[in-house]
Structures are given as structure tokens and as C-alpha cells.
């Protein structure tokens, strides 16, 4: 399993930035895909998911409205669209997926919101 992410930077604040995630080494089309981040001292946390097929989604309240989720089975990637970016969603974001009895991660790719 391969993730790997691009698309990060820096941005100022109300921004917007496109990350992708280009997977290999699974059959991407069968998982749920999700991105996560992590801020200097903070938890990983979830932002959003994706179903294997692109029709259900999911976010995290703190980025609801503002990131958008979305997949291309026929390119294996996933997608990270996020506008009206705040300081607080300077964080590395990570591409995952879960194939039993684990998860897979992305090396990492950071954006940094200035105010």
C-alpha cells in the first residue's frame, strides 16, 4: 500500500488549497478513504471520509462547509478541497486508508494558514 500526498503550502487566511492523494498497491475502488491532521502538540484527528463509491461522506464540524471531499476510482485518488482557510487548520493533513487489521498512512503533506 502506497499513499501520497501533494498539494500542501502556504496560504493566507479565507485561502483555499487542493490536496490530492494518489494511492497504489490496493484495490482503491472496494475502501473507504479519509484524510486526517495533526497540529505540533495535538492528536491526529479526522477531518473527513469518503465511501468506496464517492456517495457518502463525512467531515468534522470544525470543517464543515468549508472542505470538500471527493474521489476518482479511475485515477486512485482522493481529493481534499479546502476553502476559507482558518490559521487554526495549519496542521501536516495525511491521506488513510483502513485495510484489515490496520491503517495506512501518507507521509504527510503541510499547510500553513497565515493570519
Known amino acids: 500500500v502506497q499513499l501520497v500526498e501533494s498539494g500542501g503550502g502556504l496560504v493566507q487566511a479565507e485561502g483555499s488549497l487542493r490536496l490530492s492523494c494518489a494511492a497504489s498497491?490496493?484495490?482503491?475502488?472496494?475502501?473507504?478513504m479519509s484524510w486526517y491532521r495533526q497540529a505540533p502538540g495535538s492528536e491526529r484527528q479526522m477531518v473527513a471520509g469518503i465511501s468506496s463509491g464517492g456517495g457518502n461522506k463525512n467531515y468534522a464540524d470544525s470543517v464543515k462547509g468549508r472542505f470538500t471531499i471527493s474521489r476518482d476510482n479511475a485515477s486512485k485518488t482522493v481529493f481534499l478541497q479546502m476553502n476559507s482557510l482558518k490559521p487554526e487548520d495549519t496542521a501536516v493533513y495525511y491521506c488513510?486508508?483502513?485495510?484489515?487489521?490496520?491503517?495506512?498512512w501518507g507521509q504527510g503533506t503541510q499547510v500553513t494558514v497565515s493570519s
Open positions: 498497491g490496493f484495490t482503491f475502488s472496494r475502501y473507504e
Open positions: 488513510s486508508v483502513y485495510i484489515l487489521p490496520r491503517h495506512y
